[in-house]
């Protein structure tokens, strides 16, 4: 099946199958992109990982009469403004927990960060849709020695959950603040797990991100896209 990724900004991101609309961490998008696509009354989904202002605004709560289901990472609870949302439509996820409805099965996992990562599958076609959230190897160069050998342990330790997960797309933090460490998180993370294509995120303001010789394990070369500006979009089949 073709699925058409518009990139939103940060980690937002809206994915469009057939029959169904996934937004993700959807915190400021200029133009409009999100309620054209609602128009079209697909079943409809909108995910926001964790409740730092760059992931998680209020905003969406305008596209409550058409979405079948607001999936929010657990600390989103006590954000300034989330008692709005109607508690009926309203999924608060833990880590490392399970939901499903008729359409959509979600596994969440704990991230490096706030919050947690989305599996996403969508059960008509067993389309899975990976969104690591801020769930990243953060090693930070300018940081001692201490706190950076925390970072990698934290990554690494919930990498080990990750092992052996399969996703069509799979969007991952690529930031380019990190400087020489900003793709260390993501190439650990297609190591383990099988990812059909890797969508770079969490980088606004820097050059399109271009994998570096040795990224990919040999003979595991997949699809890249590290789109920089919002509105920009990719149809991929999968
Ligand atoms: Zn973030």
Redesign the pocket.
């Known amino acids: 099946m073709n699925l058409k990724l518009t990139y939103l900004i ?2 937002g991101f809206l994915v469009e199958g057939e029959d169904f609309l996934l937004v993700f ?1 959807d915190y400021r998008e200029p133009e409009g992109t999100v309620e054209r696509a609602l128009e079209s009354g697909k079943t409809s989904y909108v995910f926001a990982s ?1 409740a ?1 202002f ?2 998680f605004d209020r905003h969406i709560l305008a596209f409550a009469p058409r979405v079948s289901r607001y999936i929010f990472g657990y600390d989103i609870r006590h954000a300034p403004g989330a008692r709005d949302f109607p508690a009926d439509k309203t999924v608060y996820m833990e880590t490392y927990q399970d939901w499903e409805d008729e359409h959509i099965a979600v596994c969440s996992f704990d991230s490096t ?1 706030a919050g947690v990562s989305f599996l996403v599958t969508w059960k008509e076609t067993g389309t899975k849709i990976f969104h690591a ?2 769930f990243n190897w953060w090693d930070w160069t300018g940081e001692d020695d201490r706190t950076r050998r925390l970072a990698e342990n934290g990554f690494k330790k919930q990498l080990k959950r990750l092992e052996g997960l399969e996703a069509d797309v799979a969007f991952f ?1 690529v930031d380019g603040r990190l400087g020489p460490s900003m793709e260390k998180g993501a190439r650990e993370f297609i190591r383990v797990a099988e990812v059909k294509n890797l969508i770079a995120m ?1 980088s606004v303001g820097f050059p399109a991100w271009k994998p570096s010789e040795g990224f990919f394990p040999e003979g595991a070369r997949i699809p890249v896209w590290a789109p920089t500006s919002a509105g920009e979009s990719r149809v991929i089949s999968c």
Request: proline residues 8%.
């Open positions: 940060n980690s961490d964790h730092h760059d992931h960060d959230g801020d933090p969490h």
